[in-house]
């Protein structure tokens, strides 16, 4: 199994700070905007644009939210292994709101298109946006794309894309590994 560095902590950082602003361009003050997190590994994603919002670009008031999407996967009871649900943890309406959906990896856009579903027990959104660290564009199973992409990566299927996250992972580094 080889890996390759896609990004270092550097242009990670980079990359987070350029997404954040593009957010303030369309949502300003956030004030009609929440940002949902996909669980689990968006969620990472999701805080730390949240903290850079709020620190760096003195942005108030964020409404972040946590979304499990376990139970909502067209593939939940499809394999030998039992899938772990996540908490979600969404402590505001969503109704006529704009969301913002935060994962890490774009790769088939199932993960995108159980979000949808799973969303609309918490209201009817005004309208929902998709933004993500990393689109493997090749890689789609349904006709679904980012509004906020931190880099494109043309990876075939045997590929996986890893990203890691100092709170997790101890760096911040995104990997193209080939098994």
Known sequence: MSHKALLSAKEVNIILHRLACQLIENHHDFKNTVLIGLQPRGTFLAERLAQILEQDYKVKNIKLGFLDITF??????????????????INFLVEDKNVVFIDDVLYTGRSIRAALTAIQSFGRPKEIELLTLIDRRFSRHLPIQPNYRGRQVDAINEEKVKVKWIENDGEDAVYLIKN
């Open 72 to 89: 909502y996967r067209d593939d939940f009871r499809r394999g030998e292994k039992i899938l772990e649900a996540n908490t979600t943890q």
